[in-house]
């Protein structure tokens, strides 16, 4: 753990999102729609990429089997890129017509040239809870107090682990950390989390430090020393003078 003093608690923000958000952060859902794919295996998906499909698999805890799908890139690619898939809940048509609630649950990309190969998509049910990680970014690096001075931010973690329900999943956290000082600290529970949200992670970890590198402490460590030898030099003169 980080050798840093604690710093006082206060409510933290929700990022605000790419995507439309209501006054706690969350996010509306998109719509997408997932066609008819009555042929798997490798060499069929291999053909459904180039004419601008995405292979993909509908599943959850009211479906026995999976539902083999593809969706269309386009709709959906932006999304994937801009790094936020993990927290958005979709409106999705299924093949045969009928609408679910879901969320992304894995995709699968070549590590090459970074080309979507497939999609799971996982049913989300009104009322029961769902196990996610919701980003954590910050704000005010370059204005931070504890960095003028020297400090390090150390962010220790880049996504909260929680158990929350469908409508409250938020896009996203941000923290600023332009007011902390060095040595200061935000923890898990300073974050404004979703009324009914379980925390899967000790509300007490740390998630972001201004750490105190060795040259500083060293450097304030010598500035002391000075302080006291110049002092104890005035001490001895006036003993002389005396």
């Known amino acids: 753990m980080i050798n840093c003093g604690e710093m006082s608690s206060f409510p933290i923000p929700f990022k605000e999102s790419i995507f439309k958000e209501d006054v706690l952060g969350m996010s509306e859902m998109m719509s997408i729609v997932l066609e008819e794919r009555k042929e798997t295996g490798k060499e069929v998906c291999k053909k459904m990429r180039p004419a601008g499909y995405v292979p993909c698999v509908f599943y959850g805890p009211e479906y026995v089997k999976s539902v083999p799908a593809k969706v269309k890139t386009a709709g959906i690619a932006k999304l994937l890129k801009s790094g936020q898939w993990e927290t958005v809940t979709f409106d999705a048509t299924l093949p045969d017509g009928k609408k679910e609630m879901c969320l992304i649950r894995e995709v699968q990309k070549d590590f090459l040239n970074g080309d979507i190969l497939h999609i799971d998509f996982m049913q989300l049910i009104k009322g029961h809870k769902i196990s996610v990680n ?8 370059e204005t931070c107090k ?97």
Not at 134 to 141: C, D, N, Q
């Open 146 to 242: 504890g960095v003028k001075l020297g400090g390090v931010v150390d962010q220790i973690l880049r996504e909260i682990s929680m158990e929350v329900l469908p409508g409250q999943i938020p896009d996203s956290f941000t923290v600023d950390i332009s007011s902390l000082g060095l040595g200061e600290q935000i923890h898990v529970r300073d974050l404004s989390l979703p009324s009914d949200a379980t925390l899967l992670v000790d509300k007490d970890d740390v998630a972001v430090a201004i750490i105190i590198p060795r040259g500083v402490v060293e450097a304030e460590a010598e500035e002391e020393q000075k302080e006291v030898e110049v002092v104890a030099k005035g001490k001895a003169k006036s003993a002389d003078e005396e």
């Open 134 to 141: 919701v980003p954590l970014h910050i704000t005010g690096r």
